[in-house]
């Protein structure tokens, strides 16, 4: 198969949604990562998704949809997420949420969890395509599982080119890390930092948010380990570059590349992974990385650099 890029534009939403309607796969930016969508409805699109990634049945996937109203179709409202929707969609931030009887998704989206995971993206592009095709889109990030995540169509077409019918080309992805995912099916739990700072999160709440943690009842199974790896090795914390390894940076180090000079938690996490990729297609065995604040932004981009650097199964 050959994989087209699409223009972001009116004939663009139609081609694309005209794939997704006859069971194919499109990626498409988001403001946080590119995603690699099928309609949700659609048992074999989205066995398609699972294939393409060669990503594990039982890790669900975020539906996408373009209203806070359709996001009640299917799953069970609270007050937690009209409060959340109201401050924060359209927005980086994922509600998982009881699952409706009556929503008629594929049990493949949800890996058979009673839960679903709903998003309402702000990205002009996820919205246009959203609204030509008109339906529950179901979207991963668009890599390879386990890989880096794409900020850039050129990401999605290194490790998807071939598997997937097309990619609607929106250039960068301006927050660069993915959605912060908040657990509403009892008292709320950050299941994923992400690109909306969990403090946020918590002054729009009016309480402070807890982490999911071992054992919990609500499980975020895609949490694993190892994640969001490059080829080489990573070393984080790093205060110095050792022999045969490269240096990302933050702040004012000298480093072969800097996520952001300035000390910017926001202009870091936009250069986040596609720094990760650019040291990576320059065969880079080691990087290290030098320590980045852990509040706000810090605390996604620490989350995928702690899993960019473990034990890898
Ligand atoms: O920013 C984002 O969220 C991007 C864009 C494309 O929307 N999507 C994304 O999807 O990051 P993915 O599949 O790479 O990560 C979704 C995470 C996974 O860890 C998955 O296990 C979790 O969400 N998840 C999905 N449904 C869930 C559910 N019902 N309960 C708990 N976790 C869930
Ligand atoms: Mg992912």
Same mark, same amino acid.
């Not at 931030?93 to 594929?106: I, Y």
């Not at 008109?134 to 598997?163: C, E, F, M």
């Not at 982490?211 to 949490?223: F, I, M, N, R, V």
């Given at each position: ?33 590119? +995603? ?122 290194? +490790?998807?080119? +071939? ?68 080829? +080489? ?81």
């Amino acid at each position: 198969m050959e994989t087209t890029c699409l223009s972001p534009d009116e004939a663009g939403f139609a081609s694309a949604a005209a794939i997704l309607r006859a069971g194919g796969l499109v990626a498409f930016p988001t403001e946080t990562v590119y +995603g690699l969508g099928a309609d949700a409805r659609q048992d074999h699109a989205v066995a398609r998704i699972f294939k393409a990634k060669e990503r594990p049945r039982f890790n669900p996937l975020i539906v996408h949809v373009s209203s806070i109203e359709i996001a009640r179709a299917y799953v069970e409202w609270n007050d937690f997420a009209d409060v959340l929707a109201r401050a924060f969609w359209p927005g980086p931030l994922t509600l998982v949420l009881p699952l409706r009887p009556d929503a008629g998704l594929s049990s493949l989206v949800t890996a058979d969890l009673p839960t679903l995971a709903v998003r309402l993206p702000a990205h002009p592009v996820a919205q246009g395509l959203l609204e030509a095709f008109d339906g529950p889109v179901a979207a991963p990030s668009a890599n390879p599982s386990g890989k880096i995540s794409p900020t850039q169509a050129a990401h999605v077409l290194a +490790g998807l080119s +071939g598997r997937i019918e097309a990619v609607l080309d929106g250039g960068a992805c301006p927050v660069g890390v993915e959605s912060t995912i908040v657990g509403l099916a009892d008292a709320p739990v950050l299941l994923r930092p992400g690109g909306l700072p969990a403090e946020a999160i918590e002054a729009a709440l009016g309480q402070p948010i807890r982490l999911h943690g071992a054992g919990d009842p609500l499980s975020a199974p895609g949490q694993m380990q190892s994640h969001y790896a490059p080829g +080489g090795l990573v070393r984080l914390n790093a205060t110095e570059r050792r022999d045969g390894e490269v240096l990302l940076g933050f702040g004012a180090v000298e480093a072969d590349l800097n996520l952001s000079a300035a000390g910017d938690l926001t202009e870091a996490a936009a250069n986040l992974f596609r720094h990760l990729h650019a040291l990576d297609a320059q065969g880079a065995r080691v990087i290290a990385v030098t320590p980045i604040p852990d509040h706000g932004l810090g605390r996604a981009i620490n989350d995928r650099l702690r899993r960019a650097a473990a034990p890898r199964e």
